[in-house]
Nanobody, 124 residues
Framework: QVQVVESGGGLVQPGGSLRLSCAVS????????IVWFRQAPGKEREGVSCIRGSDGITSYDDSVKGRFTISRDNAKNTVYLEMNGLKPEDTAVYYC?????????????????WGQGTQVTVSS
């Protein structure tokens, strides 16, 4: 069973940047897809971005395209979410999650194992 632990959340002003990290342990990253989800107060959890550990195929929700970048470092078994141009509506608890790779060459935003979450607050 794989475990994931997030880090890097915090308070940032609108227009600012943050980088979240997701450390994967218990197995090699290249067997899994890593997905970032977020949940804002009073809202449902939503998928933000996804990366396949095997080949680096990514996907993004339309709300973050062009602002967020997901990447991986297989040697460190770590996935990163670089968030630029942050907006107040990006405020949420961000969760790293993982699942086995899809048989299709695409990154599917689904999860089997979850981290505890890290708070991101965008406010002036």
């Amino acid at each position: 069973q794989v475990q994931v632990v997030e880090s890097g959340g915090g308070l940032v002003q609108p227009g600012g940047s943050l980088r979240l990290s997701c450390a994967v342990s218990g197995d090699a990253l290249d067997r899994y897809a890593i997905v970032w989800f977020r949940q804002a107060p009073g809202k449902e959890r939503e998928g933000v971005s996804c990366i396949r550990g095997s080949d680096g195929i990514t996907s993004y929700d339309d709300s973050v395209k062009g602002r967020f970048t997901i990447s991986r470092d297989n040697a460190k078994n770590t996935v990163y979410l670089e968030m630029n141009g942050l907006k107040p509506e990006d405020t949420a608890v961000y969760y790293c999650a993982s699942d086995f790779l899809s048989h299709r060459p695409m990154c599917v935003m689904r999860a089997r194992w979850w981290g505890q979450g890290t708070q991101v607050t965008v406010s002036s």
